[in-house]
């Protein structure tokens, strides 16, 4: 057994896709709660009770950490018009977020939730949810859409991370 498991740590590895996993989670919860009209509440205790690490038919449902997933999916609620308007400013004027794939428009309210509240760095956030696009996406040019348009909500949002690496 290893040191960090002594002590309770989670290793590195671990975290990251436990991050990973909440991510993917929280972007299929905000997805439902539109495509359904249920409320956060209703879904996230769906997730936690029916998704979250349960038993499939396929398999077990991987494991994820749950208060990034709730808190993401509580802040994308509560920061939504924010987010929106932000996302709105990196899209193409003829298509503001209402006119967008669902999937995406899930996606960008995800991200844009982690960059309202700097607790994970910008390039961080950008780069996880581009590959949560490549997932989504496997095919199109959709990973590099979601790649511009973060990098300029992130900039509008969080323009002190972007001075920062230009110095």
């Known amino acids: ?24 989670y929280a972007v ?10 249920q409320s956060a509440d209703r879904v996230l205790k769906e997730f936690r009770t029916y998704r979250i690490g349960a038993e499939e ?16 999916v509580g802040d ?25 794939d669902p999937v995406l428009r899930a996606l ?3 991200a844009g939730a982690e960059l309202v509240t700097p607790r994970t760095p910008s390039r961080v956030v950008i780069t996880e ?7 989504f996406f496997t095919e199109g040019k959709e ?9 300029h909500v992130a900039r509008q949002l969080r323009p002190d991370d972007f001075a920062k690496a230009s110095n």
Do not use: C, H
Not at 143 to 151: I, T
């Open 1 to 24: 057994m290893s040191g960090n498991a002594d002590k309770g740590a989670t290793p590195r590895s671990d975290r990251r896709t436990l991050s990973r996993a909440a991510r993917l």
């Open 28 to 37: 299929q919860a905000l997805f439902q709660m539109e495509s359904a009209g």
């Open 57 to 72: 038919a396929e398999g077990v449902s991987p494991e994820a950490d749950e208060a990034l997933f709730e808190r993401i």
């Open 76 to 100: 994308a609620v509560t920061w939504q018009s924010k987010i929106d308007q932000a996302t709105d400013r990196g899209l193409v004027a003829k298509w503001p977020i209402d006119r967008i």
């Open 108 to 110: 960008f309210r995800a």
């Open 129 to 135: 949810y581009v590959q949560l696009a490549e997932a």
């Open 143 to 151: 990973p590099k859409f979601v790649n511009a348009v973060l990098d």
